[in-house]
């Protein structure tokens, strides 16, 4: 629906302007002290009972409407809740310099439009042709009536657009220019536990504090220069083998949009390349309640500037543009990695970046891997076409020693993968697909979307990954987030039938032809997931989700003898009242599992979270308390939190206990400071963890501080 106050324009009905052109528009310590039994029992009630004082407090509050990035971190917290929550600090600070650097709409090239994650491909093309047909826009309320648009999507893009006057011709800028329109940004990072881990005892090497310290700078939207540098808790700060100081460091170089020049980048970049079973970024590419997640366009260069130690790329990528339809990618990485050798062998490869202990330090720089490779892709009017490429190489020959479910995982020193990806658009009809071959194995994925209206969508997605494909990079859409063993079919819906109403419903099939951990026999699986969602033009939302999934498992104990079916249903219900200054959002979750002929799993809990943000003061405050009770760890509860600027947390829990946080920002014109106060606490147990990461008490306490230059 057109807003009120959006002006009287003709409604846009079709495309014009070929999809894949990319032209850009011309207008342009010691032991814990023992509670009592009854103690216990009055600490769990006096916490259940602060939280639903907060929910009952919640609702005649008034709130603060919500920061633009947790419409994504909402669709990231479902992703987390399957186990993907790496290397995502990169879009979410992308996303805050959107905010604060909107795109001026009449004059972005598709490259700009690219920068939003929330826009696929095909929503690009139509604001694209809507210009291109209409002319500048007068006022953002003209996205509203932009094909392939829905109101919903309008909403969450509006924080990061803007009109103003065309920009000039993009020249390459003078170092005096560079200087003085730069822009910088300083971040530093500190966890204090207030706790002792076992580790620390007898085996960390370092202190129990994380630190990290980030340098930003851009220039415009195209030269981005970065450096991360970070050590985890229990890793030596300036001592020890970490004498030069931090364990990891983090520089890139990313320059793009001049002329020929589509993206240069140097030091640390992640590449994403046609669907991603060559080469895949990893992000947003899995199952959620939302088609967002589900049909994200992936740019093909993106700077690595996270925290993550393992899925980058170390060395130069460069596109070009040569020709109005042609575009060239050519990339070559060169890092050393981690892991386990045995003679003149690997044997297993670290991913996790600890080096706290002596054990873990001496797998460090174990071995060198080189890839190198490129894609050439070329666009017709309706049609896209391009052929990618990589070549692996380890400096010693790769051997697993896993269970016999890791059988036809890679072996050896050489691998190589080349594929053929195309993209086709009839009308309200979007095809894309990319076929693949590895040294050994194929895979092909396949995806259709039918854009009914602009509020309504239909995707059907088939994958079908050999057993033995070997991809050292590739990650793609399905169960599993590797692209192997993997055979399914995705039928998913999205509607918002209504004003205030929107459905989303969908259904995956999936069989894997060879072994999976935990099951030791081909096996097959269902996932199917409804959600229904109430935003009234009043300040409340409600939310209600059930996710219904079975797969088979091995029956503990029985090695592998008996396998039976394992269904798990998830049900969450989320309250959100937002007004100017306050927000209130209470979450309700239940978990329910059950193994044929065996007692059911199962765990609920209660989140309530309350933001408080005055309008002439610059510091806002937010709130978090959850009670959670479940069986066991398969029935464990994720529970999002407010974390520290441009990073992103989804703890889980399992047992009884309750988890209260809080979180301070101060914002100023050139400071940003954050604090958070997190406390987890137990009832049915009198430690936590186990090995060096134990705990000999059963609550920790962490302090997080953040400070943000910018200048």
Known sequence: MLPSNAPSIPVYTGAHTPLFSGAPIPLSSGDPIPLSTRAVATTRKLGI????????????????????????????????????EEGWEDELESLEWLRQHPIEVNSATRSEWEQLPFLDEYQVSDILDYLAQYGAMKSLNEL???????????????????????????????????????????????????????????????????????????FSNHIQLGLTAEKDAGEPLFAGYNSRGYDSYSPYLLI????????????????????????????????????????????????????????????????????????????YSHRSLEGSLSGDTITSIYKTGLHRTQKEADKR????????????????????????????????????????????????????????????????????????????????????????????????????????????????????????????????????PWTHWRLFGSIDLFSHPWWKYRISKPSTGLDARLQAQWSPRSPLQLTLSYQYKQKERDLSGTSGKDIRPL??????????????????????????????????????????????????????????????????????????ERGMLNSFSTPSFYGEGIRLT????????????????????????QTIGTGNDLIRQKHKDDLYLQAIIKW
Not at 171 to 179: A, G, N
Not at 185 to 190: A, F, P, V
Not at 467 to 489: I, L, M, V
Request: glycine share 8%; charged share 20%; aromatic share 14%.
């Open 144 to 218: 509203y009536v932009v094909k392939g648009l829905s109101r919903q999507l309008v909403g969450r893009i509006l924080p990061y657009l803007c009109i103003r006057e065309a920009k000039e011709q993009i020249h390459l800028p003078t170092l005096k220019e560079l200087l003085r329109w730069g822009q910088h940004r300083l971040e530093s990072r500190l966890d204090i536990p207030l706790y002792r881990r076992e580790g620390y005892r007898k085996s960390y090497l370092g202190p129990p504090l994380y630190h990290s310290l980030r340098y930003r700078y851009r």
């Open 365 to 496: 720089n174990a071995f060198s891997r080189q890839d190198m490779g490129g894609d050439l892709t070329y666009s017709f009017s309706y049609l896209q076409l391009g052929v990618a490429g990589i070549y692996t190489h380890f400096s010693l020959p790769y051997v697993h020693r896993l269970p016999k479910y890791a059988r036809y995982y890679p072996t050896g020193s050489d691998f190589y993968n080349l594929s053929l990806h195309y993209k086709a658009r009839w009308r309200s009809l979007f095809f894309s697909g990319e076929s693949a071959l590895g040294k050994k194995g194929y895979a092909l994925l396949h995806r259709l979307d039918y854009r009914i209206s602009n509020d309504a969508r239909l995707l059907l997605v088939h994958r079908l990954y050999s057993h033995d494909y070997w991809s050292w990079h590739g990650y793609a859409f399905g169960e599993s987030s590797t692209p192997q063993n993997e055979n399914g079919w995705y039928l998913a819906a999205e509607a918002t």
């Open 256 to 331: 793009r949009d001049y002329g020929w020049l589509r993206q240069l980048a140097l030091g640390h970049y992640r590449l994403h390349l046609g669907l991603g079973l060559c080469v895949g970024s990893g992000f947003l590419n899995g199952k959620s309640y939302s088609l967002t997640t589900a049909n994200f366009r992936n740019t093909p260069i993106t700077p690595h500037g996270s925290t993550d130690e393992y899925r980058f790329f170390r060395g130069t990528a460069l596109q070009l543009k040569p020709l109005h339809r042609l575009q060239l990618l050519a990339f």
């Open 49 to 84: 009972l602060f939280l639903l004082c907060l929910s009952l407090l919640g609702v005649p509050l008034q709130a603060q409407e919500q920061h633009p990035s947790v419409y994504l971190e909402e669709e990231l917290e479902e992703l987390s809740a399957g186990g993907e």
């Open 662 to 685: 809080l979180h301070l920002r101060y914002d100023h014109r050139w400071l940003t400071l954050l604090a958070k106060w997190g406390e987890t606490r137990y009832f049915d147990r």
């Open 567 to 640: 269904n798990h249903h998830r049900t969450r219900l989320r309250m959100e009242y937002t007004r100017p200054l306050w927000q209130s959002q209470t979450t309700l979750d239940y978990n329910h599992l059950h193994q044929t002929h065996l007692s059911p799993s199962q765990g609920w809990s209660i989140t309530e979270r309350i933001r408080i943000a005055p309008r002439r003061f610059p510091l806002a405050l937010t709130l978090q308390g959850s009670y959670f009770h479940t069986s066991d760890y398969d029935s464990r509860i994720y529970a999002y």
